[in-house]
């Protein structure tokens, strides 16, 4: 069965540090993968997704970027965060179609 | 562009009464999939039901049923017989057809009380 790894479950990191989280997908290939950004009391906005190694397309300019160096690996990554980046990040996996997707139990981010 | 518009941003039904949220939805195109996501307090989001537009039918699964119009562009989710369970917030998505792209609503928290 596919399963989904997302780390870690929660992070504080200081204004201007490094961020990466991590997403793994198991039991499937080549699946198409999405980070989401989930603010406080706010609905889910989609920041990246990926159809493919090496393949990213960013939904929203922001200080956040993201890469996929394996078939089933997808980071998000940030230089220098912000405050404005404290949030609820989602990883999720997708084949298309009426599957819908299925979601990582999400990062914890708090910036300060 | 496709956006979803969830209007009630909390609810509240008694346990064994029934709710119905609110979905509606903007879009031009013709082939598309809809679906509602549950995010209970764990913040893990669940498939609770979807629904191709090209099918008639309404979706059903155990107490969850929608009530999807397609010409009003309008995707209700209804919970029979709600359990404390049921507790969560919910969410309402788009996908068009080729795209893969789920594009959610802002969601509705639900309570159930005893």
């Known amino acids: 069965s596919q399963t989904i790894h997302q780390w870690p479950a929660t992070l504080v990191q200081p204004v201007g540090s490094p961020l990466s989280l991590e997403c793994t997908v198991e039991g499937t290939s080549n699946p198409n993968l999405y980070w989401y950004r989930q603010a406080a009391g706010r609905g889910l906005q989609l920041l990246f997704y990926s159809v493919g190694i090496g393949q990213i397309s960013s939904e929203v300019p922001q200080n956040l970027s993201a890469s996929r160096p394996q078939d089933r690996q997808f980071i998000l990554s940030s230089k220098k965060l912000l405050l404005s980046d404290s949030g609820f990040y989602l990883c999720?996996?997708?084949?298309?179609?009426?599957?819908?997707?299925?979601f990582g139990s999400g990062t914890r981010l708090t910036v300060v | 562009a496709q956006t979803v518009t969830q209007s009630q941003p909390e609810m509240s039904v008694q346990e064994a009464e029934t709710v119905t949220l609110s979905c509606t939805y903007d879009t031009s195109e013709n082939n598309y999939y809809l679906f509602w996501y549950k995010q209970p307090p764990s913040r893990q989001m669940i498939l609770v039901i979807r629904q191709e537009a090209y099918k008639q039918q309404n979706a059903t699964e155990n107490r969850f049923s929608v009530n999807f119009q397609k010409a009003a562009k309008s995707f209700s989710l209804k919970i029979s017989d709600s359990q404390l369970g049921d507790t969560a917030m919910y969410f309402c998505a788009f996908m068009r057809g080729n795209t893969d792209k789920l594009i959610f609503g802002t969601g509705t928290r639900l309570q159930v009380f005893p």
């Open positions: 999720a996996w997708g084949t298309g179609g009426d599957d819908g997707y299925t």
